[in-house]
């Protein structure tokens, strides 16, 4: 039973660059959320993709943005960065759209550094 | 504004010690309180997860309790081991009013020394 896995393992951006961090969930999930983690913090919300569409939306500027594949795999794209985008990009996957009740499985996490 | 504040930030225990963390929240209407266990540059792993109307929950050698009346939570880790150095992350959820979103703590970077 594979679990969460993400790619890939860390990326070195300059400013202005844009990226493309992939997921895919675990099997049987249909759901995937994507977090950013800076050092020393606990992960921030950025939006959850369900059926395709972005279901729900942290706090985080238009330059944020996702897709959701028909195989449930994701992709978030960061466009303009930014030296502050710096941080571990966690994907978590779950089943069903209501992400509150149902447990969340992370991946490993995507580091990325901005010079 | 929902939140979750957990204390204390850091602390460090010798091995085969016990210690306590403590996590309080302000989530309305509350759904569930799960702990994590996230190691230094790795994704976070689930120890624990409850909802309403559970008041402590096991996964070995940790213990979790929940009071839900004064939105509080402790992880509690028995008999210390090196491995248990980690970051503990209690996360929150809301129920639809909330916008089902989880709130994450800060995290307590735990370090067990020999």
């Known amino acids: 039973d594979a679990g969460v896995t993400q790619s890939p393992t860390h990326l070195i951006k300059t400013r202005g660059q844009q990226v493309t961090l992939r997921c895919s969930p675990k099997?049987?999930?249909?759901?995937v959320s994507w977090y950013q983690q800076a050092l020393g913090q606990g992960p921030q919300f950025i939006f959850q993709y369900y059926e395709e569409e972005e279901r729900q939306r942290g706090n985080f500027p238009d330059r944020f943005s996702g897709h959701q594949f028909p195989n449930y795999s994701s992709e978030l794209n960061v466009n303009a960065l930014l030296l502050g985008d710096s941080a571990l990009y966690l994907c978590a996957s779950s089943l069903g759209a209501d992400g509150g009740s149902y447990e969340q499985y992370f991946g490993p996490g995507t580091r990325l550094t901005v010079t | 504004k929902n939140q979750v504040e957990q204390s204390p930030q850091s602390l460090i225990i010798l091995e085969g010690k016990n210690c306590t963390l403590q996590c309080n929240y302000t989530v309305s209407p509350f759904s569930n309180l799960r702990w994590y266990k996230q190691d230094t540059g790795r994704g976070p792993v689930s120890l624990t997860i409850?909802?309403?109307?559970?008041n402590t929950k096991s996964n070995g050698r940790y213990t979790a309790t929940l009071d839900a009346d004064t939105k509080q939570s402790s992880l509690h880790i028995t008999a210390s081991q090196l491995s248990d150095s980690a970051s503990y992350i209690c996360v929150v959820s809301g129920r639809k009013a909330a916008g089902n979103k989880l709130t994450f703590g800060g995290g307590t970077r735990v370090l067990v020394k020999p």
């Open positions: 099997s049987g999930h249909d759901t």
């Open positions: 409850m909802t309403f109307s559970e």
